[in-house]
């Protein structure tokens, strides 16, 4: 094991801590109140700049790929856009910050965020794709041998309304255990806490936490240090779900169609691209790119984004595929927002324990937030441009939700 990759207790601890802040940060500003001077400053920058650039924020989180691809390959220039180098953010609330504000206008966020965002703060956003599909991992203690051993532990997640907490919770529930966010947890309880990903490998490499739910490829990065293993794809639980998607101001929506349209169009060209080029991918994305895009290394994000038969069937072996005849990938790519899914998740938001303000949940009606939440034209237009579905190993614009903890 590498030990200057494992921060000290009390770094682990601080990040615990930070974690804790930055939902606290992010609950203000999903809030009419807390969100009202970020959205002004927002409308003073778009006035001042009706003709902005492309603007991207991002997580360094292999979510992120069709956004830094895009960009590495030219793909917004060669639509006669003007693009800025993609800004690095640490925390979800930067992001969001920066967001709102209008200091970036093209983001991928985590799908269930856009929902509170929207209709938590009214922020004038929309999801115009999805970025990715699958992508996330539960990763526990190599001592771990059963989830029931998680009780009376803690266990990290990237954010309460994300769908690493829907998935962790199903799995938590059905073996039996209840989660709590405050106070010690008793055997039959575990303690949830929010973590930046960054701060997740650290915490679990000094046991102060048991495991950690969250995108790549810090699962990947745990299995090669030792210090974790993969308990569990979040892909062999909710089939070909997205995590993070690709949201845009409404404003530039209505007001720049063309613009918004060539966003969009480079993005899913950069994930057709990105299908038929993995290795080329890892190159891009890997610390020593001049791009500079992430920290991570060759090895970790190959482990992610390239095929193994023989680590999948170890996998099969050990219960984290538990549906082999999915044949999912650990991370792929699929633009089109599928209605049933942004459906299925407000049924699940509706019954998943989520901290701070969460009424409005109780109220939203599934169908209506898939019509109005997601603008789907310019990715539908986009997809048709790339030779449709079929490019992107989907059958049509219709599916049926699997969700599968068993």
């Not at 956003?125 to 041998?145: F, Q, Y």
């Not at 919770?169 to 008793?186: V, Y």
């Not at 779900?241 to 060539?262: F, G, I, N, Y």
């Amino acid at each position: 094991m590498t030990l200057k990759l494992i921060d000290s207790c009390c770094g682990a601890a601080a990040g615990a801590l930070a974690g804790r802040r930055q939902f606290l940060k992010l609950s203000s500003l999903f809030t009419m109140a807390g969100a009202l001077p970020l959205l002004q400053a927002g409308r003073a920058a778009r006035a001042a700049e009706p003709d902005a650039p492309v603007r991207i924020g991002y997580l360094p989180i292999t979510d992120a790929t069709p956004l830094l691809v895009a960009h590495h390959n030219g793909l917004f220039e060669k639509r006669g856009l003007q693009v800025e180098k993609p800004r690095r953010f640490r925390s979800w609330s930067q992001i969001v910050e920066a967001f709102l504000s209008g200091q970036v206008n093209v983001v991928h966020l985590l799908m269930p965020m856009t929902i509170w965002s929207r209709y938590g703060s009214k922020s004038p956003a929309k999801v115009v794709a999805w970025n990715h599909m699958e992508g996330s991992c539960l990763t526990v203690r190599p001592d771990i041998a059963s989830l029931a051993d998680l009780g009376g532990t803690t266990v990290a997640i990237p954010f309460w309304y994300s769908v690493h907490n829907i998935v962790l919770q199903a799995m938590l529930r059905e073996a039996g255990l209840e989660f709590i966010s405050d106070g010690e947890p008793t055997k039959q309880q575990v303690k949830l806490v929010v973590m930046s990903p960054g701060d997740m490998l650290p915490a679990l490499g000094t046991k102060r936490i048991s495991g950690y739910i969250v995108a790549e490829p810090f699962n990947a990065k745990a299995e090669e240090l030792g210090v974790g293993k993969v308990w569990r794809f979040t892909g062999d639980v909710w089939r070909n779900h997205a995590c993070c998607v690709v949201t845009m101001h409404e404003r530039d929506l209505q007001e720049r169609p063309e613009w918004s349209q060539k966003v969009v169009d480079a993005l899913v060209e950069a994930q057709a691209w990105t299908r038929g080029h993995r290795e080329e991918t890892v190159k891009i994305l890997e610390r020593g790119n001049p791009a500079d895009y992430t920290p991570h290394e060759h090895s970790t994000l190959a482990r992610v984004l390239l095929a193994s038969p023989e680590r999948d069937a170890e996998y099969a072996r050990s219960g984290a595929i538990r549906h082999t005849g999915w044949n999912e990938r650990r991370i792929d790519f699929q633009p089109y927002p599928f209605p049933s899914y942004t459906e299925k998740l407000v049924e699940l938001l509706k019954t998943t324990y989520v901290l701070g303000e969460n009424a409005f949940l109780k109220d939203l009606d599934p169908a209506e937030v898939a019509r109005d939440l997601v603008e789907e034209r310019y990715v539908r237009k986009a997809i048709e441009a790339q030779g449709g579905p079929a490019a992107f190993g989907i059958a049509d614009y219709t599916r049926t939700e699997t969700f599968s903890v068993a």
